[in-house]
């Protein structure tokens, strides 16, 4: 008995044959099938990983940014405390400042009124004072209060022989090696150092050896400045023909 009797598979050879090619193929498809489906799976769980490390490695990038933040808030949280703390330092500095400057300007104040009181009382002793300058040195000789007793009323005719009573006189060096010096000499009347000054005024040039020499009021350095102040007025008053003022400023310029 033949196989194909045996199994009752009597089929042409030809189509037996068709038929295993046919099951070796669907097998193929099978294959193929699963293993295609194996990879979506294998994709799929890697992707998921993906997605997973992704996420946990952006969510500690976000963590880790809101750690630095924080930190940063704390640290700017900090230094706005020390900014403020420094802002109160500074505001009682200030204070402390605008307090030491109105308590200078008011010691200034007082110092002005201070050296005004010590000039007044200085410029009070002055007052019968009258400085020359322009006197060759050793002019005088050996008594100072003899020669200008002598040279005034020559110096300056307007005196007459009115007897002009000086009381002590002496020289200032100069630092200015030009062989002259200022002399200093104390009348015992205000009014005749008054009517020296103006004398000396209307006559001015005034000449003794060949040299000129000039007549002014003496006074304290610090009223010396303060009378500057008003010079140009009371210069302009003289030139005008008043006076009868106070000592001419122009006196002052020989300081």
């Keep these: ?18 038929a295993n090619s046919q099951r070796a193929g669907d097998v193929d498809v099978n294959i193929a099938s699963s293993v295609s489906v194996a990879v979506e799976l294998a ?12 996420t946990r490695a952006v969510q500690g990038a976000i963590d880790g940014m809101k750690n630095s933040v924080e930190s940063l808030e704390r640290k700017v949280v900090a230094h706005m405390e020390t900014v403020k703390g420094q802002a109160a330092k500074v505001d009682h500095v200030q204070a402390e400042t605008r307090a030491m400057k109105r308590a ?49 009323p020559k110096w300056i005719p307007s005196l007459g022989d009115a007897k002009i009573q000086i009381e ?4 200032i060096r100069s630092n200015k090696n030009n062989g002259q010096a200022t002399m200093i000499f104390k009348v015992l009347r205000y ?57 001419h400023p122009e006196d002052d310029d020989q300081r």
Aim: charged share 30%; hydrophobic share 35%.
């Design 43 to 54: 994709l799929a769980r890697q992707q998921d990983n993906l997605e997973a490390a992704v």
């Design 1 to 18: 008995m033949s196989g194909c009797e045996k199994t009752g598979n009597c089929q042409p050879k030809h189509l037996q044959r068709n």
């Design 191 to 247: 009014q005749d150092r008054n009517t020296i000054l103006q004398g000396a005024r209307r006559k001015a040039p005034i000449q003794d050896a060949g040299r000129a020499i000039r007549f002014y009021a003496d006074y304290t350095a610090f009223t010396s400045e303060r009378r500057k102040a008003y010079g140009e007025v009371m210069k302009e008053l003289y030139e005008r023909g008043f006076s009868n003022l106070p000592d």
């Design 168 to 171: 002590r006189a002496h020289r």
């Design 104 to 152: 200078v300007s008011n010691n200034t104040a007082d110092l002005e009124k201070l050296q005004l009181k010590v000039a007044s009382l200085v410029d009070q002793d002055l007052r019968n004072n009258v400085r020359i300058t322009g006197i060759g040195t050793g002019r005088e000789g050996g008594g100072a209060i003899a020669f200008l007793q002598d040279m005034l």
